[in-house]
């Protein structure tokens, strides 16, 4: 079986990634198609073959795709086998072990893919609002760089999230981040009735090449693209009671 649809970054060329969608999958109704999301309330037995299709997609078992409980923290935690027991919580990965596939799961947060593939160090951020004016890009690049990366080497890559046509904001948020650097206003676009348009990739890539790591923005907007990406936004728009996670993923050979 080939590998489902996804997307791929030419800033991570040397090592194996993808952003997933929801083509390529078993989940039917809302959630047709690849749904990855354990948290969701899809059949269980779709997700896990989705996920399967997703690890196959690396060579690996489904064992050997690792993940973390994803509560929009800033925190970055090391793996280096499956988890033994519960998840961890946090919102990154970081890795050495040839085989795992870090993954991250999202549904308009910005799924965040690093490596120096010299140093063969991996890692894998889910980066909502939250978690990038939080800090949880940098927590991960330090992390890398604790297990021998250096980040002049480092190449992300911020994969399908929601942007800025369709992010509309209120006035508590721009203020929460303009409060927080006056350098922050240039992500905002006046919106209508005093909202604001929010640039979330634009963000997440001017925090990593603050720190020198050189930052990727995969064109792809998961607002608008109902046929192709999750959407937690859409979901809520549509009234829908749940909504699928779209699944970033990246490994070592």
């Given at each position: 079986m080939s590998a489902p649809p996804h997307w791929r970054a030419r800033s991570l060329a040397k090592v194996r990634h993808a952003f997933f969608g929801r083509t390529g999958g078993v989940s039917t109704g809302i959630y047709a198609g690849l749904n990855a999301g354990t948290g969701s309330h899809d059949d269980p037995d779709a997700v896990a073959e989705n996920r399967r299709r997703i690890a196959a997609a690396f060579g690996a078992d489904l064992s050997q795709l690792v993940g973390v409980h994803q509560v929009h923290s800033a925190d970055a935690v090391f793996v280096e086998r499956p988890w033994a027991g519960e998840r961890p919580h946090a919102d990154a990965l970081v890795s050495k072990t040839p085989g795992?596939?870090?993954?991250?799961?999202?549904?308009?947060?910005?799924?965040?893919?690093?490596?120096?593939?010299?140093?063969?160090?991996?890692?894998?951020?889910?980066?909502?609002?939250?978690?990038?004016?939080?800090?949880?890009?940098?927590?991960?690049?330090?992390?890398?760089?604790?297990?021998?990366?250096?980040?002049?080497?480092?190449?992300?890559a911020i994969g399908p999230c929601i942007h800025q046509p369709s992010y509309e904001v209120g006035p508590e948020f721009h203020a929460r981040f303009t409060q927080a650097s006056a350098d922050y206003a240039a992500f905002f676009l006046p919106g209508i009735d005093g909202k604001f348009q929010f640039d979330l990739p634009g963000f997440c890539a001017f925090r990593l090449r603050a720190l020198g790591?050189?930052?990727?923005?995969?064109?792809?907007?998961?607002?608008?693209?109902?046929?192709?990406?999750?959407?937690?936004?859409?979901?809520?728009?549509?009234?829908?009671?749940?909504?699928?996670?779209?699944?970033?993923?990246?490994?070592?050979?």
């Open positions: 795992l596939a870090l993954s991250v799961l999202t549904a308009d947060c910005a799924p965040v893919l690093l490596a120096d593939a010299r140093a063969q160090v991996i890692g894998a951020a889910h980066a909502g609002w939250k978690g990038a004016i939080g800090g949880v890009l940098e927590a991960t690049v330090a992390l890398m760089e604790k297990h021998g990366a250096e980040r002049a080497r480092i190449g992300a790591v050189s930052a990727e923005i995969v064109d792809a907007d998961t607002y608008p693209a109902a046929d192709t990406l999750f959407s937690h936004r859409r979901s809520v728009h549509a009234r829908e009671p749940d909504y699928g996670r779209n699944c970033a993923a990246i490994a070592l050979s």
